[in-house]
C-alpha cells in the first residue's frame, strides 16, 4: 500500500508540475538549446540558407578584438558596480534600521531607483552629466576641478555607466539588506554591550555573520546582472541617431556585441556563440560563487 501510495503521489506531483515544466521548457530550456546548436552555424543572406561551420564562430571571437574589448568593459562595469553598491547599501541600511525620525520615508525614497523605469534614469543622469550644464560638474567647479566630459569621451564614459548603475541598484539591495538586519535578535547586541564590544566589534561578530546570506544573495544576483547589463547603456548612450554604446565603443559589453552582432550585422550565429560564452562565464562565476558561499555564509 506504501509503494502504491508513492507511485500515485509522484505522478500527482508531476501533474501539478506538468504546466510550468511546459512553460519553462517551451521559453527557456528550448531556446538555450536551439541558440547553441546555431552557433555552430551561419546564415547566408541572400538565400538565408543556414550552413554548418563547427567551431568557426568561437574561432573567430577568440581573435575578435572587438569581442576582447566587450569582455574588458563588461569585467570592469562588474567590478566596479557590485561590490560598491553592496558595501553602499549595507552602510545606509545600517542607518535605516536605526530608531531615528523619518526612517519609513528615507526607506521609500532610496527605494524608489528601483521602481523607475531605466529610460528615466538615464534621461536625469545624462542631464547630471552634461558636460555644459550638468549638475556634476557644478559641483566639482565648488571645490576647483574643472568639468569632465563624462558621457562624450572614451575617458569617462564607463565611469559615467559605473556610477549612475550604482545609483540605481541601491533601493533593491537597501530593502534586501533591511529585511536581513529586521531578523536579527537584539538580545545579541545587548549581549554584545554588555562585554564591552564597540560599535565595529558589534558590527563584525553579530551584524556581518548574520547578515552574510542577504550579502550573499545580492552578490550572486549583482554579479548576473552585472555580466547582462544592456539597458542603461542603450539609454545612456545608444538612444540617438548612431546607436554606439558610448564614444569609442567606451562602453561597449558582451550583451551589447551580441545585440550588434544579431541586429545590426544579423550574423546570427556569431551573435549566439557570443551568448554561449557569456553563459558559460556567468555559470562558472556563479559556481564559484556558491563554492565560496559554503565556506563564508552563515546561515542560522
Same mark, same amino acid.
Do not use: C
Given at each position: 500500500?506504501?509503494?502504491?501510495?508513492?507511485?500515485?503521489e509522484?505522478?500527482?506531483?508531476?501533474?501539478?508540475?506538468?504546466?510550468?515544466?511546459?512553460?519553462?521548457?517551451?521559453?527557456?530550456?528550448?531556446?538555450?538549446?536551439?541558440?547553441?546548436?546555431?552557433?555552430?552555424?551561419?546564415?547566408h543572406?541572400?538565400?538565408?540558407?543556414?550552413?554548418?561551420?563547427?567551431?568557426?564562430?568561437?574561432?573567430?571571437?577568440?581573435?575578435?578584438?572587438?569581442?576582447? $574589448?566587450?569582455?574588458?568593459?563588461? @569585467?570592469?562595469? #562588474?567590478? &566596479? =558596480?557590485v561590490?560598491v553598491?553592496? %558595501?553602499?547599501?549595507?552602510?545606509i541600511?545600517?542607518?535605516?534600521?536605526?530608531?531615528?525620525?523619518?526612517?519609513?520615508?528615507?526607506?521609500?525614497?532610496y527605494?524608489?531607483?528601483?521602481?523607475?523605469?531605466?529610460i528615466?534614469?538615464?534621461?536625469?543622469w545624462?542631464?547630471?552629466?552634461?558636460?555644459?550644464?550638468?549638475?556634476?560638474?557644478?559641483?566639482?567647479?565648488?571645490?576647483g576641478?574643472?568639468?569632465r566630459?563624462?558621457?562624450?569621451?572614451p575617458?569617462?564614459?564607463?565611469?559615467?555607466?559605473?556610477?549612475?548603475?550604482?545609483?540605481?541598484?541601491?533601493?533593491?539591495?537597501?530593502?534586501?539588506?533591511?529585511?536581513?538586519?529586521?531578523t536579527?535578535?537584539?538580545?545579541?547586541?545587548?549581549a554584545?554591550?554588555?562585554?564591552?564590544?564597540?560599535v565595529?566589534?558589534?558590527?563584525k561578530?553579530?551584524t556581518?555573520?548574520? $547578515?552574510?546570506?542577504?550579502?550573499? @544573495?545580492?552578490m #550572486?544576483? &549583482? =554579479?548576473?546582472?552585472?555580466?547582462? %547589463?544592456?539597458?542603461?547603456?542603450?539609454?545612456?548612450?545608444?538612444?540617438?541617431?548612431?546607436?554606439l554604446?558610448?564614444?569609442?565603443?567606451?562602453?561597449?559589453?558582451?550583451?551589447?556585441?551580441?545585440?550588434?552582432?544579431?541586429?545590426?550585422?544579423?550574423?546570427?550565429?556569431?551573435?549566439t556563440?557570443?551568448?554561449?560564452?557569456l553563459?558559460?562565464?556567468?555559470?562558472?562565476?556563479?559556481?564559484i560563487?556558491?563554492?565560496?558561499?559554503?565556506?563564508l555564509?552563515?546561515?542560522?
Amino acid at each position: 500500500m506504501t509503494e502504491r501510495r508513492t507511485i500515485k503521489e509522484t505522478i500527482q506531483a508531476y501533474l501539478y508540475l506538468a504546466p510550468a515544466l511546459l512553460i519553462l521548457g517551451t521559453f527557456s530550456i528550448y531556446p538555450v538549446i536551439r541558440s547553441l546548436l546555431m552557433s555552430f552555424t551561419t546564415v547566408h543572406r541572400r538565400s538565408m540558407e543556414v550552413e554548418e561551420i563547427g567551431l568557426h564562430n568561437y574561432r573567430f571571437l577568440m581573435e575578435d578584438p572587438r569581442f576582447h $574589448l566587450a569582455l574588458r568593459n563588461t @569585467f570592469t562595469f #562588474v567590478l &566596479g =558596480v557590485v561590490p560598491v553598491a553592496i %558595501v553602499i547599501s549595507l552602510f545606509i541600511a545600517v542607518l535605516l534600521n536605526q530608531k531615528i525620525r523619518g526612517a519609513a520615508f528615507f526607506r521609500s525614497v532610496y527605494f524608489l531607483p528601483f521602481v523607475t523605469s531605466t529610460i528615466a534614469i538615464a534621461m536625469v543622469w545624462s542631464w547630471i552629466f552634461h558636460s555644459n550644464h550638468g549638475i556634476l560638474n557644478y559641483f566639482l567647479g565648488f571645490i576647483g576641478i574643472a568639468p569632465r566630459p563624462w558621457i562624450e569621451h572614451p575617458d569617462y564614459a564607463m565611469t559615467a555607466l559605473i556610477i549612475m548603475s550604482i545609483w540605481s541598484r541601491l533601493g533593491f539591495n537597501i530593502v534586501i539588506l533591511l529585511a536581513g538586519l529586521q531578523t536579527i535578535d537584539k538580545q545579541l547586541y545587548l549581549a554584545a554591550r554588555v562585554d564591552g564590544a564597540g560599535v565595529w566589534h558589534r558590527f563584525k561578530a553579530v551584524t556581518a555573520p548574520l $547578515l552574510s546570506p542577504s550579502i550573499f @544573495f545580492l552578490m #550572486v544576483i &549583482g =554579479v548576473i546582472g552585472g555580466f547582462r %547589463v544592456f539597458g542603461e547603456i542603450y539609454a545612456l548612450f545608444a538612444s540617438g541617431a548612431t546607436p554606439l554604446p558610448g564614444p569609442a565603443n567606451s562602453a561597449l559589453t558582451v550583451v551589447y556585441y551580441v545585440f550588434q552582432r544579431f541586429w545590426d550585422d544579423r550574423n546570427f550565429g556569431l551573435a549566439t556563440a557570443a551568448a554561449v560564452v557569456l553563459f558559460v562565464i556567468i555559470l562558472i562565476f556563479t559556481l564559484i560563487q556558491f563554492w565560496l558561499g559554503k565556506k563564508l555564509v552563515h546561515y542560522k
